[in-house]
């Protein structure tokens, strides 16, 4: 991955440049800043996985899941069991589109098929800022603090994160928004949406 800047993606040239094929990923109305910040990251390869060379001292196997597998940004974001629960208990939610590939095509995957201005498109991308952000959150409790959360709690924040943050963003009336709201098994609202 190229090493880019959150300024550089301001660049509207930027959005155009192969080197930030993902860009598209940072950008809607549902987005939550910290959670956007950690996607960022891990799409850069910057979170401080225990594969880095200034962290062998540790021990570097991952502490989400019981498989003795070293971590690394791979395995963390959707190889490890315990992410793949996440997904899994997210899926039994709401439709999620997503494939069983490594982090890296997953990224590009969504970053292609997650484009544009929809709004349900924008929910999805926000969907995954939230997911890689408590993955993450989860991983640096179980390690510093010694408490643990189940998937299907991880998975349910995620989901309730992104329902609350669509109902706080006002939405034109349209097909579009009602079907997000259908989506994510949102009530519709009699009153509040603009026109």
Known sequence: MDH??????????????????WSSLMMGPFKIPKNCFILWLAIMGRLSTLDKPWLHHIGGFCILCPDGVPET?????FSCSFSRRCLAS?????????????????????????????VVNAAYRSL???LVYHIWQERNTRRFQQRSRPPSIVGSLVVEEIRERIISV????????LGLYRLWKI????EGCSS
Not at 73 to 77: A, I, N, P, V
Not at 90 to 118: N, T, Y
């Open 4 to 21: 880019s800047t959150p300024r550089q993606l301001t660049n509207s040239s930027t959005h155009r440049d192969p080197r930030f094929f």
């Open 73 to 77: 940004h791979d395995h963390l974001l």
């Open 90 to 118: 997210i899926r039994q939610q709401i439709l999620l589109p997503w494939p069983h590939r490594d982090w890296q095509h997953g990224v590009q995957w969504a970053s292609s098929r997650w484009r544009g201005k929809h």
């Open 128 to 130: 995954l800022e939230s």
């Open 170 to 177: 006002p939405l034109r009336n349209s097909v579009s928004s």
């Open 187 to 190: 009530p519709w609202p009699v």
